[in-house]
């Protein structure tokens, strides 16, 4: 007898678990295709609530979010009790709904009641339905009157005798302490033990509240921290902490405060910056890191002179592989640094075995490797990815080309040129590299994918 192809004859179990791959309006609607599937949803692990995703005949902003905050109570009323829940998702756009917060409260209250291990909640108000809404022309700004701008508040205590909630990721909300007798907030003492992982994302938080909620999380091994007001003075102390990355913050934009950042984590291997410049830094333990990455989208001298000091903090730290972007800053930034009296010796990399740069090959960018490189004897391996955002016509003169910039570098064995195209920019630094007899072993050009295509590599 043949074997069935049918998809209804699969099993159960690898129905349910196709089913937890798609959004949960999407989970229920294939459940309904076939009478034997109907039931299948109820037993789905991964709930995913994404507002972008529902749409009523209305159409209207208002109309969509109340259905959606409808749809989403009577899904977890519909499970059956202690169905447990592995992924609670949630966005919603929460801006205008104090009247939900009771709503938003019990569902999350019920997915930690599930056993989930993680919850990820977004309250961001771009979301399609808030468009919809902007471009209703049947709203009123005062259809509303019991409703504001205010942003939803996540009690954290409600994880405090959790043990299942792993992974933690809050995006566009407050975080909402407990009060003293006095009414005044309770500083955060107690610990808790459950959470390795935390994202927080355009979340309000004061300095001491950083503070104190990252010293609770005694088994904290990841963090990610981005767009957090009123923040300015980062204070980072963990003793797990073994990943960490800090996203947009650039503090000559945060008027005259002077922003700092403090970090002791003895077994952090992995930081990652992310348009994230403070003026003042202080690494007091960072033995176990060996890996810095940085990146940014502004390349003024105000940022240029944060970068620098952020870079001679990773080199203090002993860092061993180190990612940063767009060397592309004005060459008179660079000129000052080279012209330093003992430049190569005071800010040398000791440690550095691997090295990874972005450019756009134009002059600016190659004097910025030509001086980094000054400063990275160490480094065995070199990566520089071609990021095309300068124009075709941004050509070598002649002048430029006939200098020399490079210098030797003893322990390098292999540069590998990302997204290869041969360009004559490209070749100038090829024939530099060959010309000074930097390279140990091989330059390997690796060409751009084409339509999903992967090109053979390049030995140059």
Not at 67 to 96: E, G, K, S, W
Not at 277 to 292: C, G, M, N, P
Not at 311 to 316: E, K
Request: proline share 3%.
């Amino acid at each position: 007898m043949a074997e069935s192809t049918c998809i209804e004859d699969l099993p159960e179990g690898i129905i349910i678990h196709i089913l937890s791959f798609l959004p949960t309006i999407y989970a229920i609607r294939a459940s309904l295709i076939s009478r034997k599937w109907r039931n299948l949803w109820y037993h789905i692990h991964i709930l995913n609530f994404d507002m972008n995703l529902f749409r009523t005949p209305l159409n209207r902003h208002s109309a969509t979010r109340d259905f959606f905050a409808d749809f989403i109570t009577q899904t977890l009323i519909l499970r059956p009790n202690f169905t447990p829940i592995h992924t609670f998702r949630l966005h919603f756009d929460y801006r205008h709904t104090i009247r939900r917060r009771l709503d938003a409260d019990s569902w999350i209250r019920h997915a930690i009641h599930s056993g989930a291990a993680v919850l990820r909640l977004d309250f961001d108000v771009t979301t399609r339905a808030a468009y919809d809404y902007k471009n209703d022309v049947t709203h009123s700004d005062n259809d509303f009157p019991d409703e504001a701008y205010e942003s939803y508040g996540f009690h954290f205590y409600e994880l405090k005798n959790c043990d299942s909630v792993k992974v933690l990721k809050l995006t566009c909300c407050d975080i909402v302490w407990p009060k003293s007798n006095g009414g005044n907030r309770r500083i955060l003492t107690d610990c808790f033990s459950s959470l390795c992982s935390v994202s927080l994302d355009q979340v309000y938080l004061t300095d001491d509240d950083l503070f104190a909620l990252v010293s609770s999380l005694v088994n904290l091994e990841y963090l990610s921290l981005s767009g957090l007001s009123p923040l300015v003075n980062f204070k980072i102390h963990s003793q797990k902490l073994k990943e960490l990355k800090l996203g947009m913050f650039m503090v000559h934009y945060k008027g005259p405060a002077v922003g700092s950042l403090e970090i002791s984590c003895p077994s952090l291997d992995k930081i990652r910056f992310d348009s994230f410049l403070v003026e003042e830094y202080y690494l007091k333990d960072l033995s176990s890191l060996v890996e810095a990455s940085v990146d940014f989208f502004f390349r003024s001298r105000e940022v240029f002179v944060c970068w620098w000091e952020l870079m001679q903090v990773l080199r203090d730290s002993c860092v061993e592989r180190l990612i940063t972007p767009n060397m592309r800053f004005d060459r008179d930034c660079w000129l000052e640094l080279l012209d330093a009296e003992d430049f190569s010796k005071c800010c040398a990399f000791e440690n550095l075995k691997h090295l990874e740069l972005k450019t756009s090959y134009a002059e600016d960018d190659i004097i910025g490797i030509a001086a980094f490189l000054e400063v990275c004897s160490t480094v065995e391996s070199l990566v520089i990815d071609y990021c095309c955002d300068c124009e075709d016509n941004d050509s070598l003169s002649e002048g430029f080309m006939n200098g020399e910039l490079i210098t030797h570098i003893p322990n390098l064995k292999q540069v590998k040129m990302k997204n290869y195209k041969g360009t004559e920019n490209e070749l100038y630094l090829v024939k530099l590299l060959k010309l000074f007899n930097v390279v140990l072993r091989e330059i390997v050009g690796v060409p751009p994918t084409v339509n999903g295509t992967v090109l053979p590599s390049i030995v140059l």
